[in-house]
């Protein structure tokens, strides 16, 4: 089983970014997928979730500025993120919610 995160960077407050995640080693099609997050001392939080039939939760801070979508032909999950704001900062990760392994993770940091 793999997660490979990418698409992190350094943004101003207010910025976009996409992240990217594909998966190796599960059946894709039948997993639900999500985007957690971990600040700098803080506990690793669920940010997003896509059910298999593209059912989507979102954390309540990200609600309408966050979009997670799937390609499940190319055995990815995305993370839109817009209007991003500094306590967006820390590194974030993808994984199936059936397995709960995790990649190496992408960092996201917003300044003000």
């Known amino acids: 089983v793999q997660f490979v995160e990418s698409g992190g960077g350094l943004v101003q407050s207010g910025g976009s970014l996409r992240l990217s995640c594909r998966a190796s080693?599960?059946?894709?099609?039948?997993?639900?997928m999500a985007w957690y997050r971990q600040g700098l001392g803080n506990q690793r939080e669920m940010v997003a979730s896509?059910?298999?039939?593209?059912?989507?939760n979102y954390l309540d801070s990200v609600k309408g500025r966050f979009i997670i979508s799937r390609d499940n032909a190319g055995k990815a999950v995305y993370l839109q993120m817009n209007s991003l704001k500094p306590e967006d900062t820390a590194v974030y990760y993808c994984?199936?919610?059936?397995?709960?392994?995790w990649g190496q993770g992408t960092q996201v940091t917003v300044s003000s």
């Open positions: 994984t199936a919610l059936e397995i709960m392994s």
């Open positions: 896509i059910s298999s039939v593209g059912g989507t």
């Open positions: 080693g599960i059946v894709f099609r039948l997993s639900t």
